[in-house]
């Protein structure tokens, strides 16, 4: 082989580099753009939301949703951990885009700064758990979501605030929700899940 053609293909090989290296780069910012702005992934790490949603469970939020139109109720949606790691929040935007690509991927263990709850009470009602049940302006609330039998702890009436949603976990008995931390902020709610992905063979809207 000539030393031309030696040094043609060496160029060959480099030019074919450089340009599977410009499409990881735009993979990854492609990625990251669309896990900012318009869907994630997230991971369910407790039962909470049992029996619909179980432990490694993954799900999709849309971030557009809520742009669109306010929390409705029975909407399943993921915020941020109240009283969250004051550190994570103050990261930079790419690098948190950037670290939950990696946990979406299995680089990373998938992070708990989020918790995902159902909206039960929409600013402006009165919620309270009383006789197993759960009224909202003083009417049943009907929860066809619920295993049959099953019965909420008694809490006292809330005012939901402006701006705010107050929501509980469909395993009324194993969960953290409003009655625990109070009514949760739009401002700190990422999106509403609309699919669960994974196990495969459980894939359904929610």
Do not use: C
Request: no cysteine.
């Amino acid at each position: 082989m000539s030393a031309r053609s030696e040094g043609a293909d060496r160029w060959s090989l480099l030019g074919a580099a450089r340009e599977l290296a410009v499409l990881a780069v735009m993979a990854v910012v492609i990625a990251v753009v669309v896990k900012t702005f318009v869907a994630q992934a997230f991971y369910i790490p407790s039962g909470s939301m049992l029996p619909q949603l179980r432990i490694n469970d993954r799900v999709v939020v849309s971030k557009i949703s809520y742009r669109l139109h306010d929390p409705r109720r029975g909407d399943i949606v993921v915020f941020d951990a109240p009283g969250g790691s004051p550190a994570a929040m103050s990261d930079p935007l790419v690098e948190r885009a950037l670290r939950g690509l990696a946990q979406s991927i299995g680089i990373l263990a998938p992070s708990t700064d989020e918790y995902i709850k159902r909206v039960v009470a929409l600013p402006g009602e009165r919620v309270e758990g009383t006789g197993g049940k759960v009224f909202v302006d003083g009417r049943e609330l009907i929860e066809p979501y619920l295993p049959r039998g099953t019965t909420t702890a008694d809490f006292p009436a809330v005012l939901v605030p402006p701006r705010t949603v107050f929501v509980l976990g469909d395993n009324r008995s194993n969960s953290a929700d409003s009655r625990v931390f109070g009514p949760v902020p739009r401002s700190t709610v990422v999106g509403r899940a609309i699919v669960r992905v994974w196990p495969l063979s459980h894939t359904s809207f929610l």
